[in-house]
């Protein structure tokens, strides 16, 4: 048997060799108890197959680690309910791909023009010197240092429409 099949065996009879750092020490243990009676099997929780009736919190939290899961991010309603709209369509996916230097200065322009920080305009160069590779991280940064003015502009936009 492997291991694996030895550690398989010891737990259908309760058993768990502790300190065990060989095959042979497993196999010791296992010769040991071999004459072990076998335990009942263990019934599933009464609200396992509840599948409709499971909270989104845990399937989330069931779906971390999964294989393809590693990139995509989750929310909770806490998370949205704290972001400006802008941050909520960067957050999902608004904006992406490979973009060249020019595209990065042209969407930083806009953001400082666009907010009022027009005096920010002239250090876009030096900002995407420094944040180069990682431009979409320092627009995550912008959007959370400039909420203020970004939630101001959003509702001053609100009620110009109504």
Known sequence: MRTKELRKWLAARGLKCEGCAEKADYVTLCEQ?????LLPPEEPPA???????????????????????????????DDLKNMNPEQMGASMGGRGGRKSRAEWR?????????????DKIAGVDAALDKWK?????????????????IRAKSDAAAKDEV
């Not at 989104?56 to 309603?77: C, N, Q, R, V, W």
């Not at 590779?133 to 003015?149: N, P, Q, T």
């Open 33 to 37: 108890n071999k004459d072990a009676p």
């Open 47 to 77: 609200d396992a197959g509840k599948g409709k009736d499971q909270s989104i919190e845990d399937l989330l939290a069931s779906m971390k680690g999964m294989p393809g899961m590693e990139g995509i991010k989750m929310f909770t309603a």
């Open 106 to 118: 042209d969407e930083l322009v806009d953001f400082y023009s666009r907010y009022g920080l027009d």
């Open 133 to 149: 590779g990682r431009e979409s991280r320092m627009f995550d940064a912008l959007y959370k240092k400039y909420d203020v003015e």
